[in-house]
Nanobody, 126 residues
Framework: QVQLVESGGGLVQAGGSLRLSCAASVRTFSVYAMGWFRQVQGKEREFVAGFSWSGGTTRYADSVKGRFTISRDNAKTTVYLQMNGLKPEDTAIYYC???????????????????WGQGTQVTVSS
């Protein structure tokens, strides 16, 4: 069983930055593709950024390209999402997700992931 625990959310003014962390309790972290999703109440969960296994490939939603950076530390079994230039429309609950796969392509659909964290709230004020 894989457990994911997110942290780092909070309230920030527009233009500010936050760094989210996702600590994974897993032995072979490098064989898991990792992703960040976000969800606004009443809307579907949307893909934000992700890594293929071992970090070989990254992918970002168009809405966050150039502002968000995903990184992973396999030794610490942790994934990070650095969010710069935050906008009010980035306000959402952010979820970390994982799936064991050796595919090169980064999964971008939530149904492709098997494990989810509890989520962390990010609120950006205007």
């Amino acid at each position: 069983q894989v457990q994911l625990v997110e942290s780092g959310g909070g309230l920030v003014q527009a233009g500010g930055s936050l760094r989210l962390s996702c600590a994974a309790s897993v032995r072979t972290f490098s064989v898991y593709a990792m992703g960040w999703f976000r969800q606004v109440q009443g809307k579907e969960r949307e893909f934000v950024a992700g890594f293929s296994w071992s970090g070989g490939t990254t992918r970002y939603a168009d809405s966050v390209k150039g502002r968000f950076t995903i990184s992973r530390d396999n030794a610490k079994t942790t994934v990070y999402l650095q969010m710069n230039g935050l906008k009010p429309e980035d306000t959402a609950i952010y979820y970390c997700a994982a799936v064991r796969t050796l595919a090169v392509v980064v999964p971008t659909i939530d149904d492709e992931y098997d494990y989810w964290g509890q989520g962390t709230q990010v609120t950006v004020s205007s």
